[in-house]
């Protein structure tokens, strides 16, 4: 017993180390098209929100105020989101959550930066740094608005791929093409 033999049969093995990640990060969740469209997404934004900080002046400033106000939200969740699917807390959230925030907010985003675009070009005078704010708006509204459009599609794939048809060639022997009540 004291050379240890005894404990070597019931101890656990040490535990592998994880492979360490520089800071965590991994795109290993964003495949395809997805990286870069979250990318597009986060960097239009932010072009967006520097672009209307460089106004210097304004007469009505409640659009400016408003497109303010949804661009650097939009560029903080997109970039909340971003980090998400590229560190550990998608695997801590979990990846139907993390699915579902994604999903749910791209949707949400895209049509507060349209409103907020439609806002601010109806209250702004044609200066070049507004016009410049408003198109990365559009495109950053459009950016959200292609991400939703592509994840029903890719939802909508998946869903008919997973429920085939019930009767396909309608065959007459098939059980529920015959009567309930045998009539004799």
Known sequence: MENGAVYNETT???AKRR????LGCTVRHLRGWRLPA????AMLSFVAVICEEIVEECIRCAGLYFFEFTSCSAFFLSLLILCMYCTDLYETLGKDKVEKLNF????????WFLVASIVFA???PNSAVESAAL???FLASVAFAVEFGMLLYIQR????????????RNTPSATENQPLNKQS
């Open 12 to 14: 656990e093995p040490e």
């Open 19 to 22: 492979c360490q990640r520089p």
């Open 38 to 41: 979250k990318g597009a997404q």
């Open 104 to 111: 749910w907010a791209m949707p949400v985003l895209g049509a």
């Open 122 to 124: 109806a209250t702004i």
């Open 135 to 137: 198109v990365f708006g």
């Open 157 to 168: 794939q998946n869903q008919n791929v997973a429920r085939p048809s019930e009767n396909p």
